[in-house]
């Protein structure tokens, strides 16, 4: 995928930017585009300058050779396309109390304007193909039990959720954005050592 062509006239405000699915020939290096989504950024203006800030997260992940699940809304919204056409086959959502942002937007100590936050997280912030199931790493993040993870099969319909927490300490729950990737039986992320140093954990999954 890659960021399409921005309209950035107007001055500031919240705008929709395209993002595109696109296929490169092998062969020839050819470039075709599949389909295209949009993603809200605030535009700023300060000094002659021009800056985009985009929140929500465009997620776009293979489920086999034939097919693409694509999640680009703030609300909780999941899309199925062929990937050889970016034909939609479907698309599916559950019931979901979106999570507020405890951030806000400001004016910078340089005079810039900084863009308002969101009034909301992003309700999908990664989507996982786990074997025959799709695990959706939602916004809702528990202190004490982890991170919200609902499960689908891949033709969308809903199975079970569970939380996702990998030691004893409190997670912080603004921190919405935490990266996994699971394989094998493990989930593997990014954390820190008491030294502040940066390591990637791996961890067996267990009782699932």
């Not at 989504?37 to 293979?62: D, E, H, K, M, R």
Request: aromatic share 12%; hydrophobic share 35%; with cysteine.
């Amino acid at each position: 995928s890659h960021s399409g062509r921005r309209d950035l006239k107007g001055g500031s405000g919240w705008k929709e930017f395209p993002q595109d699915i696109i296929e490169i020939d092998r062969i020839s290096g050819g470039v075709k585009t599949l389909c295209s989504f949009t993603l809200p950024g605030y535009v700023s203006t300060a000094g002659g300058g021009v800056g985009v800030t985009v929140y929500q997260p465009f997620i776009a992940i293979p489920t086999g050779s034939k097919s693409l699940l694509i999640s680009h809304t703030p609300d909780y919204l999941i899309k199925l396309i062929q990937s050889e056409s970016g034909n939609p086959i479907r698309q599916f959502r559950r019931a979901y109390d979106r999570i507020k942002t405890k951030v806000s937007g400001n004016v910078t100590i340089t005079g810039g304007e900084r863009p308002p936050a969101p009034e909301f997280w992003a309700d999908i912030q990664a989507l996982h193909v786990v074997g025959n199931e799709l695990w959706v790493q939602t916004s809702t993040v528990d202190s004490k039990k982890g991170f919200l993870i609902d499960v689908f099969n891949l033709e969308g319909r809903y199975i079970d959720r569970f939380y996702l927490k990998w030691s004893d300490k409190d997670v912080d729950p603004n921190i919405v954005w935490q990266k996994f990737a699971f394989s094998g039986g493990f989930v593997y992320f990014a954390d820190k050592t008491d030294e502040d140093l940066i390591v990637i954990k791996k961890c067996r999954l267990v009782g699932l």
